[in-house]
């Protein structure tokens, strides 16, 4: 675009006074534009100043927006880690009612039933938050991903605008040049009496030049705009993040409360089992005093020694019941034979009183013929009263007498046996009550001597076990008198020191498992666990340092061996080899052993200084390696031809 | 007899035991065989330990029982080989030393030439070499451990570094006596017993 002619300033010297005069006007004009223009451009910097201002002011109540928004999203995340602290204490607190139902599990399972249920609840509503976080994280994918969008648009968009600004700018310096360039000629053509059409197109040119400051300024708001909203979704979108990382430890811990589900399901099923088996067991009714099952084992050793013990004295007791039994018998055979006496006995005393009541019929009869004779006598005595002649009374006289004298031995014999009789009576009745006393008595009588017998057989196995207990402390006594001999080891020995490291280890391991038995219910790892670790790391440190001698003592082995083979070969065939890297032999023959030979045996190659020392070393490398292809040959011809050489 | 002889026959006897304990450890496989190394002694190539620990170990004990049997007081030098997981005795080697002063025998009939002792030690190290012909099989090398036990006098001194001990004896095991070899002072006989 050609607008005008330039105009060329000529020097001050070739100027006439009118020149300089029009060339101070128009300096003097220049300066007042340029002065105009300076306190337009003062003004404008102070508009933009103020709009800057405010635009800060703006910027700076969003910022405490901003500010209240991340206080409030702060307390809100302390409320939701508080909540997530609370959501972690209600599983302990369920734990721990469990492990109060645990104690009362026999006879509450009704309400540990109710807990099941109220876990699968809290299951349930567990997995309902689950799925609502998730749904939440989708969503807020979802919403970054929109956000990401609209930031990517806003950003091409800021792209674009950016672009249209530096576009706009360069278009706004082209037209200020171009105003500056219209101004001096509008000025030079002032004195030219410019045309009024060319004013009103400056007018124009400055309307749209105006209006395209204003859409720049515009634009700029709109940019400005633009990056606070940008930065609020940058906010945002860390909010998110973090969001997100919180989420996924929720996630994970979430995870970790299924696994601890799982693990607490099948610890409850492994429990009811081990109950089961203790209800079929019966071990429930067992005394308090075992605590553990080696108590168990202890008791029924103790039990089936007892049993043994008690079996042996059961069998001693059934031989002495037999022999016991045997004496019953023998003792009842004896009774009976006391009762047939005691029948024969009755009998004899039933002959006696009926031999008695005959005697007492006679004793009667007696009495009567006594009677019978005294009247008699009486008869006779009135008869010899009438006749009264001495010598028939004298006869009579002895007749009665010898009567009398008979009469009397007859009472006398009668009253002995009487006497006797009446102590046969008393014996006999002695005799009847005796038996019927021992009859009676006999079995009372035989139960006392059994339980007699069975105190007495206690007292004997007693008194043996005293006696045995005894004996064995005398045996141990006279052993203790007769030991002369001491049996010593070393306190230091290995057998004591694998004791003590063994015994260490069941101490530990023993800790380990009574503390983990303990804290079974709390995820807290006991010491005990990283003693017992400890102690097995300083095992496994031994082993490793007496795998480490082995392997030292083997390469000391194998370098004497690979020395001694080495001598070997050096004395016996005269070369000394040294074994180089890449497969390469070093032979040093002892003849020469400043000079070598090396073999490569891998490039199957032969270089050697002793070409020099040998003269035919060519024609015998020809002749033995190139032509028979035998280098233990040729070998063997070079280490002659060097003895021969070193020969004086 | 004099202390010189006594003193000499103690220290082929505590040498004796010394390549016995060692063959023993090597042929039983208590201790792995990379362990020894062959020495020249009794005209024989015998395997003695390198290992400085059990070196030591056997030094003290030996050097003890040295004292004791130039005392008079050590009868019995007992190796057990003792099971790690059970501490159960599987062999138990015995070595019985018989001193002649208590026999009351004369100086004349108890000289015997060191290189007869020499001859009847070297039979009884064979035949301790040999001894794993029959001997069972340790079948878990490296989970055996041993114990030397000194049988001495009630009266004998006995250092702290010393404790009294159980006999380690082997129930129902079986017995085979060894060949038996005599110094001026003493005679020492050797026996394995073993569970069968």
Redo the contacts between chains.
């Keep these: 675009m050609s607008l005008t002619p330039q105009i060329k300033e000529k020097p001050l010297e070739s100027l006439d006074a009118d020149q300089l005069r029009r060339r101070v006007l128009t300096l003097q004009y220049k300066y007042t534009t340029l002065q105009n223009e300076y306190e337009i451009s003062k003004l404008s910097s102070e508009r933009e100043t103020y709009s800057l201002q405010n635009k800060y002011d703006k910027s700076m109540n969003e910022l405490e927006n901003a500010l209240k928004d991340t206080k409030i999203l702060y307390e809100e995340n302390i409320k939701l880690k508080e909540e997530l602290k609370s959501k972690d204490a209600l599983p302990k607190e369920d734990e721990k009612i469990i492990t109060t139902l645990r104690t009362q599990v026999v006879s509450l399972k009704n309400e540990v039933n109710l807990k099941e249920q109220r876990i699968v609840e809290l299951a349930h509503k567990l997995s309902s938050k689950q799925n609502e976080v998730t749904n939440a994280i989708e969503s807020m994918k979802l919403e970054i991903e929109g956000s990401g969008n609209i930031l990517h648009q806003h950003e091409t968009q800021i792209n674009k605008h950016v672009e249209e600004i530096r576009y706009l700018q360069q278009e706004l310096k082209e037209k200020e040049n171009l105003i500056s360039e219209l101004r001096s000629v509008q000025t030079s053509a002032s004195h030219r009496n410019n045309s009024t059409e060319e004013l009103q197109d400056l007018a124009v040119l400055n309307k749209t030049l105006k209006e395209q400051l204003n859409y720049a300024k515009e634009l700029e708001d709109m940019n400005l705009k633009q990056a606070t909203e940008l930065k609020k979704l940058r906010q945002n979108n860390d909010v998110q993040s973090l969001l997100k990382k919180e989420n996924e430890l929720l996630q994970s811990k979430l995870d970790q409360l299924n696994s601890l589900q799982k693990k607490f399901e099948s610890l409850e099923m492994e429990n009811i089992s081990l109950q089961e088996k203790i209800t079929q067991w019966g071990i429930v009714r067992l005394d308090g005093k075992f605590k553990n099952p080696n108590d168990v084992i202890t008791e029924l050793n103790m039990l089936q020694r007892e049993n043994t013990f008690l079996l042996d004295t059961n069998s001693k007791l059934q031989i002495d019941f037999n022999q016991m039994s045997m004496l019953n018998d023998e003792m009842a055979i004896e009774r009976n034979q006391l009762l047939d006496l005691n029948k024969d006995y009755e009998t004899s005393i039933l002959n006696l009183k009926r031999l008695n009541h005959e005697l007492e019929q006679q004793k009667l009869l007696s009495f009567e013929e006594c009677k019978l004779l005294r009247q008699q006598l009486e008869e006779f005595e009135e008869q010899d009263d009438k006749k009264k002649t001495p010598g028939d009374q004298v006869n009579a006289s002895n007749i009665i007498e010898g009567y009398k004298n008979q009469t009397e031995d007859l009472t006398n014999e009668l009253k002995r046996l009487n006497e006797e009789l009446s102590k046969t009576d008393d014996k006999i009745q002695k005799r009847r009550k005796i038996t019927n006393d021992l009859g009676i008595s006999y079995s009372q009588r035989l139960n006392e001597l059994i339980l007699e017998n069975k105190k007495l057989e206690r007292l004997l196995s007693a008194t043996k076990n005293h006696a045995n207990i005894l004996e064995q402390k005398i045996l141990d006594l006279t052993s203790l008198k007769e030991?002369?001999?001491?049996?010593?080891?070393?306190?230091?020995?290995?057998?004591?020191k694998?004791?003590y490291i063994?015994k260490e280890k069941l101490a530990l391991l023993e800790k380990e498992n009574s503390d983990l038995l303990s804290g079974i219910e709390t995820d807290a790892i006991p010491r005990s666990v990283y003693d017992r670790i400890k102690h097995d790391m300083k095992l496994l440190e031994k082993e490793i340092f007496s795998a480490n001698?082995?392997t030292t003592?083997?390469k000391e082995?194998f370098n004497k061996k690979s020395l001694e083979f080495i001598e070997a070969v050096n004395s016996l065939l005269g070369f000394k080899l040294e074994f180089l890297a890449h497969g390469k032999v070093k032979l040093v023959s002892c003849y020469q052993p400043n000079k070598y030979i090396i073999a490569d045996l891998q490039s199957n190659t032969l270089k050697s200084d002793l070409d020099k020392v040998i003269p035919e070393w060519e024609t015998l490398f020809q002749l033995y390696v190139i032509e028979k292809g035998e280098l233990p040959a040729f070998l063997s011809q070079v280490k002659l031809r060097l003895w021969e050489l070193s020969q004086p | 007899m004099d202390l010189i002889s006594l003193k000499g026959s103690t220290r082929i006897v505590t040498e004796f035991f010394e390549y016995s304990i060692n063959s023993i450890l090597y042929q039983r496989a208590v201790y792995?065989a990379?362990?020894f190394a062959t020495v020249k002694k009794y005209d024989l190539s015998l395997l003695k330990t390198?290992?400085t620990e059990l070196k030591q170990?056997i030094r003290?004990?030996l050097r003890q029982v040295h004292r004791w049997l130039l005392g008079g007081k050590c009868?019995q030098l007992v190796l057990?080989i003792?099971d790690?997981d059970d501490?159960e005795t599987i062999e138990r080697w015995k070595f019985n030393v018989d001193s002649h002063s208590n026999k009351n025998d004369t100086d004349d009939d108890m000289n015997i030439p060191l290189e007869e002792t020499q001859k009847e030690i070297r039979a009884v190290l064979r035949q301790i070499t040999a001894s794993v012909t029959f001997l069972p099989e340790l079948k878990n090398e490296g989970n055996y451990?041993?114990?030397?036990?000194?049988?001495?006098?009630?009266n004998?001194n006995?250092p702290l570094?010393?404790?009294?001990?159980?006999?380690k004896e082997i129930a129902k095991g079986e017995s085979v006596q060894f060949k038996s070899f005599g110094t001026s002072a003493y005679s020492v006989g050797a026996e394995v017993t073993y569970k069968f």
């Design positions: 030991k002369k001999v001491r049996i010593l080891q070393l306190r230091d020995n290995p057998l004591l694998e004791h063994r001698k082995k003592r083997l082995v | 792995p990379e362990d390198q290992d170990y003290e004990i009868h057990c003792v790690k501490g451990t041993f114990n030397v036990l000194a049988y001495t006098d009630s004998a006995v570094e010393w404790t009294d001990s159980d006999s």
